[in-house]
C-alpha cells in the first residue's frame, strides 16, 4: 500500500507560477513511477506529466509541455510539478499517482491516488 498526500495548489494569476508537490509514504517509493493528472470541472481526468523510478525518463502532454517540468526526490519519497506560465485553462485539480512498472500516460493504470489539490488559475 502507498498513500499519496498533495500540497502546494492555490490560487494565481495567468502567468505565474507554482509548484506541486506529493509526498508517499508506505512501501519502497522508489518501486513505483509516478504521475500528475487534472480533472477540471465537468471533464474527464486528464494526463499531464509522467516520471520514471529513478527519474530519469519524463513525459508530458502536449498542452503543458515547455512549461511543467515533473521531478521526484527518492530520498524525500517527495515528487513535484513546477508549474510555469500558467493559463486559465489550467485549472483543475491535480492528483498525483504511482504504479509499479513503466511510467505510462493512462490514468486507468495506476494503483494508487491522492486526494489531490486545487489550483486555480485566474485571468
Known amino acids: 500500500q502507498v498513500q499519496l498526500v498533495e500540497s502546494g495548489g492555490g490560487l494565481v494569476q495567468a502567468g505565474g507560477s507554482l509548484r506541486i508537490s506529493c509526498a508517499a509514504s508506505g512501501r519502497t517509493f522508489g518501486n513505483y513511477a509516478m504521475g500528475w493528472f487534472r480533472q477540471a470541472p465537468g471533464k474527464e481526468r486528464e494526463f499531464v506529466a509522467v516520471i520514471s523510478k529513478s527519474g530519469d525518463r519524463t513525459s508530458y502532454a502536449d498542452s503543458v509541455k515547455g512549461r511543467f517540468t515533473i521531478s521526484r526526490d527518492n530520498a524525500k519519497n517527495t515528487v513535484y510539478l513546477q508549474m510555469n506560465s500558467l493559463k486559465p485553462e489550467d485549472t483543475a485539480v491535480y492528483y498525483c499517482?504511482?504504479?509499479?512498472?513503466?511510467?505510462?500516460?493512462?490514468?486507468?493504470?495506476?494503483?494508487?491516488w491522492g486526494q489531490g489539490t486545487q489550483v486555480t488559475v485566474s485571468s
Open positions: 499517482a504511482a504504479r509499479p512498472g513503466l511510467p505510462v500516460p493512462d490514468a486507468g493504470r495506476y494503483v494508487y
